[in-house]
Structures are given as C-alpha cells and as structure tokens.
C-alpha cells in the first residue's frame, strides 16, 4: 500500500547549520508529495509541495525535490533559525476520489540558539 | 490563519461520555477531512466527507462518526470514550486536487 518513512527524530540543531529531513514513499502511480509544519501548540501547515517527478517545491529557505528514482522527497535548509524548531511531517496525496492525504511519522527538529 | 475553524479547542472528559467536535471549513472547500494525532499513532486519517457525502473512512472507530452538513461544516462524534482516545482531533478542508488546509485541532482529554 501507500506510505511514507521519515527519519527518526529528534534532530536537534545549531543556529544556521544546514538542515536534512529524509523521507522516502512507497505508492502506486504518481502522487504529490509534501512537507508540513507543526508549530507547538498549532495545527498543520503546508511548507511546500511538488505534484510530478524532479518538480523542486520551495518555501520559506527550505527546499525538497521529487525523485522519482529514489522515490524520495528530503527536506533542506541551508541554514537554520531558532524560529524553525517545529515537527515536520513528510506526505503524499494519492488522488482518486479520496484525495486524502497519508502522512510519516514526524520529525521534530531542535534548534538551538 | 488556514481559514479552518475547530471548536472548542480543548475538551475535558470522562470515560464513558460522549463529545462533539465542530469544524468549518475554508470558505469554498467541499472535502472536510478529519485526522487524529496521538503520541503512540501519530497523524492517523479518520474519515472525509465531500459536499456532504462520506467518501473514504481510515482508522476510524465504530464508536466515532462523522457527518457534514448541508452549510458543509462538519461535526466529529466520539461516544463511549475511553483513555486512549485522548488525543488531538484535526479538522482540514481543501478544493479538490488541491492541499489540505488544516485547523488549529481540538485537544481531547479523557479521564
């Protein structure tokens, strides 16, 4: 079936170091694929997304490509600030009539100042 | 702001009690979908309804149902609760083909 493998957290960080998220998927066909954010205490935020192999979403410094080869979407930023310390959770979108959305694990990302 | 409205925003309750969670979608979205986030299960996918329609169900307990209604906000039941269900419950709309938007959850507590 469908899914999503994210690393484990936490990932914990300096300020400005450079930050990497895995996530790897398993799907039939073609999904979208998306990274949200979870501020404490908040609902989920879309970051970014891309909807077709090599498509790169971007947003906000961060950045993740769709390879279709590696079937994987990692998460980068070239430098963290404290104001990203957040979970962040890797998705895909299989469409059909549910369009409903399968999320990984989370990650929680720690940035210190 | 998502434009994704979920009430009350925390629910404390007994076991055995009966709770309903409300959201209102993002002006124009048809899909509600709701999702329930526990430390132990992570974001698990619930149930979606679409302009009023049940369309797909997920993990979604005998005990909890859903609908939506003609205004197309939509209401969570959960009945019989139990400690495991404390949990927060979240609510997201979208246009077809198009990302979730996701409200800010309800955080149910059961005692």
């Known amino acids: 079936g469908n899914s999503v493998t994210q690393m484990e957290g936490p990932v914990t960080l300096s300020e400005e170091a450079f930050l990497t998220i895995n996530c790897t998927y398993t799907a039939t066909g073609y999904p979208s694929l998306f990274w949200y954010v979870q501020y404490p205490g908040e609902g989920l935020q879309l970051l970014l997304k891309a909807t077709k192999a090599d498509d790169k979403g971007s947003n906000k410094g961060f950045e993740a490509t769709y390879r279709k080869e590696t079937t994987s979407f990692h998460l980068e930023k070239g430098s963290v600030q404290v104001s990203d310390s957040a979970v962040y959770f890797c998705?895909?979108?299989?469409?059909?009539?549910?369009?409903?959305?399968?999320f990984g694990t989370g990650t929680l990302l720690a940035v210190q100042p | 702001d998502s434009g994704v409205t979920q009430t009350p925003k925390h629910l404390i309750t007994a076991t055995g009690q009966r709770v309903t969670l409300r959201c209102s979608p993002r002006s124009g979205d048809l899909s509600v979908y709701w999702y329930q986030q526990s430390l132990d299960q992570g974001l698990q996918f619930l149930i979606h309804?679409?302009?009023?329609?049940?369309?797909a169900k997920g993990n979604i307990l005998e005990r909890f149902s859903a609908q939506q209604f003609p205004d197309l906000h939509s209401e969570l039941n959960l009945s019989s609760l139990e400690l495991g269900d404390s949990a927060l419950y979240f609510c997201?709309?979208?246009?077809?083909?198009?990302?979730?938007?996701f409200g800010n959850g309800t955080r149910l507590t059961v005692t």
């Open positions: 309804y679409y302009n009023g329609e049940e369309r």
């Open positions: 998705a895909l979108l299989y469409g059909g009539a549910t369009n409903k959305l399968i």
């Open positions: 997201a709309s979208s246009v077809q083909g198009s990302p979730l938007h």
